[in-house]
């Protein structure tokens, strides 16, 4: 029997450290108003993923769990690479297998052996509908079972914005980078917070815009001044 768990809800606004609306208090974007700043992201490898603590991280509610069969049986992976096609994977003792290409064939860079830490990173490529791409990494760690596994990101998007390093990390681990409410956002200087529309940098508020692939983010000084 072929058996996954694909699990994520919101945390409530008022569990957030950071300065920062719930994204559902702040608007949509508004076109009116002093143009957007866009500033290209670098991507960021984590090579420690457990170690960089955020909300959706710690959140148990919001763990990607995918429970393998035990006969070695592949199952689909909770992730769409390029917006439609969604990688196999097969657990077979201590080799995982990631059928990234879809060509059902053992390749290298698809096969992974388990450690203490579980098994990855996993490197692939997605792309979206807007044309763009992106780089990925993934971990997947032990999760109560032998056949039990949880998917960690293993990579970030991170920019500057007015001085400051803004760094968004895919919490929600479906390989894009707009998650508001669900991916989380660190700026440097303040204490983790979940991924919101409007962000607080050097005791001002900003308007931001993520986008899927997470290659540029775009920010505007929002309406109301913010003070500490």
């Not at 909300?55 to 006969?71: H, I, M, S, T, Y």
Request: aromatic share 8%; charged share 25%.
């Amino acid at each position: 029997m072929r058996t996954q768990h694909f699990l994520r809800v919101l945390v409530p606004a008022s569990l957030l450290l950071a300065p920062l609306l719930a994204a559902g208090d702040a608007p949509a974007r508004q076109e009116e108003g002093e143009p957007f700043t866009k500033v290209e992201t670098r991507y960021l490898p984590l090579p420690q993923p457990m170690a960089v603590e955020t909300p959706g991280l710690l959140d148990p509610a919001q763990r990607v769990e995918v429970v393998f069969p035990e006969k070695g049986d592949r199952i689909n992976l909770p992730i769409q690479i390029d917006g439609e096609r969604v990688p196999s994977a097969a657990l077979n003792g201590d080799e995982l297998w990631v059928d990234l290409d879809g060509d059902s064939e053992k390749e290298k860079g698809e096969v992974f052996l388990r450690s203490p830490q579980g098994f990855g990173p996993v490197r692939c490529e997605f792309s979206f509908h807007d044309g763009t791409k992106t780089r990925y990494e993934f971990i997947l760690v032990p999760a109560g079972a032998p056949n039990r596994l949880r998917l960690v990101r293993a990579c970030a998007k991170t920019a500057a914005i007015e001085g400051l390093q803004v760094t968004i990390l895919d919490d929600d681990c479906n390989g894009r980078f707009d998650g508001y409410g669900s991916d989380s956002l660190l700026v440097e200087g303040h204490p983790p917070s979940l991924l919101s529309r409007v962000i607080c940098v050097r005791g001002k508020l900003y308007e931001l815009v993520a986008h899927p692939a997470g290659n540029t983010i775009e920010y505007r000084s929002y309406p109301v001044s913010y003070t500490h």
